[in-house]
């Protein structure tokens, strides 16, 4: 796990260069964190572990916020919203949530 942590983190970091962290970049952050994930063999839970270390681990990493942001950051993940968030992804991947429902059945409807 530790090898895949390294070669994920070391791909976040490139892609996240430019992004100073905050409560409003997180989400930019484990957009990028799951297209990495995306580039090793792990699958489902392992996949969103994975996400879910990185973004801790390049948080903590960061050097440009002050510690208050960095804790608050954090605090977003222990919450749970980040876990949920990733499920949301991928659920609308898998096509398993219907956001289009208003046009079908309007579609519906006009036949």
């Known amino acids: 796990m530790t090898s895949h942590l390294e070669f994920c983190l070391g ?8 992004i100073v962290v905050s409560n409003n970049s997180i989400v930019t952050i484990v957009k ?17 572990t994975m996400v879910l270390n990185m973004v801790k681990t390049f948080i903590h990493e960061s050097t440009n916020i002050d510690d208050e942001v960095k804790l608050m950051c954090l605090d977003i993940i222990d919450s749970g919203m980040i ?12 096509g398993n949530i219907d956001i ?12």
Do not use: P, W
């Open 11 to 18: 791909h976040l970091r490139d892609k996240c260069k430019d």
């Open 32 to 48: 990028y964190a799951m297209e990495v994930v995306e580039l090793t063999e792990l699958k489902g839970g392992g996949q969103k």
């Open 100 to 111: 289009n429902l208003r046009k079908k059945i309007r579609k519906f409807c006009c036949m």
């Open 83 to 94: 876990s949920n968030m990733i499920d949301l992804v991928v659920d609308a991947s898998n």
